[in-house]
């Protein structure tokens, strides 16, 4: 079964619209942790923001905030006030257990900024 | 601020060589991973180590070994290549501290097997 589903494969956004990558999860284990990286076209792996499964508020990092719905298992990354710098695959991850060493990700979602 | 780093950036070889990986963690992390991304495709977990022992073991092929130095850099040693093993290679790096920190990705070594 799949661990991490990203189900937009692509999505369109206006320059300084708000935007909302959805990503659901599924794991049995009470403690795991859920990642956001963006990999521009260039080919790297930019770490964006964390959330922790014991997490009781949800992760911010400057324009970048995690919707985390753990009773839905859902982890959405919001993405405040887009720029043309922000097209780029964003992929959702996670880490199972503690001490737990592999990230699993999801297809990702290819995100396009129109100016 | 430092990052990971990897070489070399580009390797190409024939069916049939060996290739070998570098990565360079971020300075004070112990813990390395190594991912292959084939084209199109979301990142797969091969290996990991931390303090030179093997930690995690993912879809790693019998064909590939690694393993980490003293200085915690790492290699990944690719043999008997195949046109199958064209991809991105990454490697990421993290602190150890049994919890569920970020891995640090490198820019990754892109690999073309003719």
């Known amino acids: 079964a799949q661990k991490i589903t990203q189900t937009q494969p692509g999505m369109f956004v206006q320059e300084k619209e708000a935007v909302t990558l959805d990503c659901t999860y599924d794991?049995?284990?009470?403690?795991?942790?859920l990642f956001w990286y963006k990999q521009p076209s260039s080919g790297e792996m930019i770490f964006l923001i964390y959330?922790?499964?014991?997490?009781?508020q949800n992760a911010t990092e400057g324009r970048y905030s995690l919707n985390f719905q753990k009773a839905r298992k859902s982890a959405n990354l919001v993405i405040s006030a887009s720029q043309l710098g922000d097209s780029a695959m964003y992929f959702c991850?996670?880490?199972?257990?503690?001490?737990?060493?592999?990230?699993?990700f999801g297809q990702g979602t290819r995100l396009t900024i129109n100016p | 601020a430092a990052g990971v780093i990897q070489s070399p950036r580009h390797l190409i070889k024939e069916k049939r060589e060996t290739a070998t990986l570098k990565c360079y963690p971020i300075?004070?992390?112990?813990?390395v991973y190594w991912y292959q991304q084939g084209p199109g495709q979301d990142p797969q977990f091969l290996i990991s180590?931390?303090?030179?022992?093997?930690?995690d073991k993912g879809s790693i092929p019998d064909r590939f070994s690694a393993q980490q130095f003293s200085d915690y850099h790492s290699e990944l040693n690719m043999s008997s290549l195949e046109l199958g093993d064209s991809a991105l290679y990454f490697c990421?790096?993290?602190?150890?501290?049994?919890?569920?920190?970020?891995?640090?990705f490198g820019p990754g070594t892109r690999l073309l097997v003719l």
């Open positions: 990421a790096s993290s602190p150890w501290s049994g919890g569920l920190e970020a891995q640090y």
């Open positions: 794991t049995s284990d009470p403690s795991y942790g």
């Open positions: 959330q922790g499964s014991y997490d009781q």
């Open positions: 991850a996670m880490r199972e257990g503690r001490g737990a060493q592999k990230l699993v």
């Open positions: 300075p004070r992390h112990d813990t």
């Open positions: 180590f931390y303090e030179k022992m093997q930690s």
